[in-house]
């Protein structure tokens, strides 16, 4: 059974940092897709970055420059690297996997891909 439980979020004043993680069990984050996902109330779930086996890293517009993914594969942990953050970040922010096949044969950023979600964990940033 898979499980991601993610962990990290607060509250932290604009321009400041957070790092966000993952821990996975049942899953290998070696393996084939993992991603951050963030969604605010009335708007749909966001991806903003992802990870594949191979350590190829894909972000959203929004998060460009500022946040960075990666992987310890050695501690089955996904990890966000979140600097100079803006109060339009608030969110509940997400872990999520899906493995390779042949509907989904690339990581994406697309929230039906995905079949194993974390519980999230919130982040708000004040101005």
């Known amino acids: 059974q898979v499980q991601l439980v993610e962990s990290g979020g607060g509250s932290v004043q604009g321009g400041g940092s957070l790092r966000l993680s993952c821990a996975a069990s049942g899953y290998t984050t070696g393996r084939s897709c993992m991603a951050w996902f963030r969604q605010t109330p009335g708007k749909e779930r966001e991806g903003i970055a992802n990870?594949?086996?191979?350590?190829?890293?894909t972000y959203a517009d929004a998060v460009k420059g500022r946040f960075t993914i990666s992987k310890d594969n050695t501690k089955n942990t996904l990890l966000l690297q979140m600097n100079n953050l803006e109060p339009e970040d608030t969110g509940m922010y997400y872990c999520a996997a899906h493995d390779f096949s042949s509907t989904v044969p690339i990581c994406t950023l697309i929230p039906p891909d995905f079949t194993d979600w974390g519980q999230g964990t919130q982040v708000t940033v004040s101005s």
């Open positions: 990870i594949d086996n191979d350590g190829h890293t």
